[in-house]
């Protein structure tokens, strides 16, 4: 991907939020990269600021990746460092408990200077969403224990499995049945974050 590419992109994107296109298989020596349900990517129009014409209309993409760490981490860690891009990295701390080679990936990301890491809890509900948001109060603590394991510094989380928004006083998706775990959450001090 060359600066240009991206360049061009930014041209025609708003935003594009790229979420849980893989997915952790926990327990399992080398983890089987699957698609799943909390998959969100948008792409808008671009937007024209008041009295600018549209080629001068500023345009940004914001770039944040679930599930990490993965198989294709290395990669991303890679292709970010080239083109020099800032991105979201959203951590399962289980995946790196389990696997060395995990591990190591997550210390490449953590060593990347335009790569930021935040919070996708420790277990990834396991894949059992409905079971793992009966119980608010064990979202949180599982949040915390990956929050607190792997000293992320900021308080931005991206419920697994789920699409709800708690962002600058803003609400979204919260009626529903993870809505308390994003409230206990937000209590918390966290931004949820799609
Ligand atoms: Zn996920």
Redesign the pocket.
């Known amino acids: 991907m060359r600066k240009k590419s991206i360049g061009a992109g930014l041209l025609y994107l708003t935003g594009v939020f790229i979420?849980?296109t893989e997915?952790v298989k926990i327990g399992e020596a080398d983890p089987v990269e699957i698609a799943?349900t909390?998959t969100v990517t948008r792409v808008a129009g671009p937007r024209r600021e008041k009295g600018s014409p549209l080629s001068l209309a500023r345009k940004r993409i914001y770039l944040t990746i679930?599930?990490s760490p993965l198989n294709g981490s290395l990669y991303i860690d890679s292709v970010i460092a080239a083109e020099q891009v800032k991105a979201n990295i959203f951590l399962v701390g289980k995946a790196i408990e389990e696997s060395r080679k995990f591990g190591e990936h997550f210390k490449k990301l953590q060593q990347n200077p335009y790569i930021r890491i935040y919070n996708?809890s420790y277990s990834?509900a396991s894949h059992r969403y409905n079971e793992y948001y009966r119980n608010p109060v064990k979202v949180v603590e599982d949040f915390e224990r990956n929050q607190l394991q792997y000293h992320i510094l900021h308080k931005i989380a991206r419920l697994?499995?789920r699409n709800l928004w708690r962002l600058g006083g803003r609400e979204r998706n919260c009626d529903q049945a993870a809505g308390q775990a994003a409230k206990l959450l937000a209590d918390e001090g966290y931004h949820i974050f799609g």
């Open positions: 979420a849980c997915e799943v909390d679930d599930d996708h990834h697994p499995g």
